[in-house]
């Protein structure tokens, strides 16, 4: 059992009928849970813990409806709940002296809360743990639908014991609406219109794309343009030209280090750097 899909249970097409066949099964009393689980606990009599799961169905239903207010189907709300009292029955040991109702609700809303995230909205809205508490309480916390004002804030953060700007940002991510990114949608076809949502709300305005492409290109150019300069040079004059600006700082050569190395004056040095100089800009601007 320790794949979800030995957990499933299989929903009939009316979740009507379903609803009712649940009701159907008789609700365990204390002795006929202890017994059933002890047997599925220390012997995993399959049998035993069939009858602790459908005996809890009715329960699963009670849970799965407080959920109703997300848009999902009550059967897929449902059928989570049954995987979650599925997993606490495998783990329920009878011997810790509580019902199995009261050790499956942390289960069963595990579950429910999980596929709620999952697929209420196409982005996720809430990923941390103060985000997933804020979401399931705020919805029961509020009591309108319109925007909170600064004392209901105030109340709410203190209650759910989140900072206000969680609050704030929950409330802008739950109760605004998708948009979507299609050119194309069934609407905008209708009335022989294009979506803009592509257009405006995907538009980066800090970024110029020209404007980079052309320094790029501008670089390549000038990169291009100085490595042609330098192989036209001698090689003295080459050496000079890395030596004195080609270089970081702190590895730059003085004019009379060169002169010790070529045997010449510093004042030679100079004047092959500033002739080697005006070839390279010569050659750079034509």
């Known amino acids: 059992m320790n794949k979800k899909s030995k957990y499933l249970i299989n929903l009939p097409n009316s979740i009507d009928n379903y609803i009712r066949i649940a009701n159907s099964y008789p609700i365990l009393t204390a002795e006929e849970e202890y017994e059933l689980a002890k047997q599925f606990y220390f012997n995993r009599n399959l049998e035993a813990a069939k009858k602790l799961i459908l005996s809890h169905l009715r329960f699963i239903i009670h849970i799965a409806r407080n959920y109703s207010g997300y848009g999902l189907l009550q059967s897929d709300l ?7 009292l599925m997993k606490a029955v495998y783990r329920f040991n009878p011997e810790i002296g509580v019902r199995l109702v009261s050790f499956a609700i942390h289960w069963v809303k595990a579950e429910i809360h999980e596929y709620v995230l999952k697929n209420w909205r196409i982005v996720k809205v809430a990923t941390t743990k103060a985000q997933r508490k804020l979401f399931f309480n705020l919805r029961r916390t509020k009591q309108h639908i319109k925007w ?7 109340i709410i953060a203190k209650k759910l014991g989140v900072s206000k700007k969680d609050v704030i940002e929950m409330e802008s991510r739950m109760f605004t ?15 022989n219109q294009t979506s803009h949502y592509s257009v405006f709300h ?8 020209t404007d ?15 490595n042609k300069a330098l192989n036209r040079l001698d090689k003295r004059s080459r050496d000079i030209i890395y030596a004195r600006w080609l270089v970081d700082n702190n ?3 003085t004019l009379k280090e ?16 500033k002739n080697a100089m005006r070839k390279i800009r010569i050659e750079i601007e034509s």
């Open 251 to 253: 590895n730059r050569i």
């Open 202 to 209: 995907l538009c980066d305005k800090s970024s110029d794309f």
């Open 177 to 191: 609406k998708d948009m979507t990114v299609d050119f194309d949608s069934e609407d905008d076809n209708k009335n």
């Open 212 to 226: 980079i492409i052309e320094k790029h290109n501008w670089d390549n150019h000038a990169s291009s343009k100085l």
């Open 148 to 154: 909170l004002n600064k004392n209901e804030l105030d």
């Open 258 to 273: 060169l002169a010790n190395r070529y045997g010449v004056s510093a004042e030679r040095v100079r004047q092959l750097e």
């Open 78 to 84: 449902i059928q989570e709940g049954n995987i979650g």
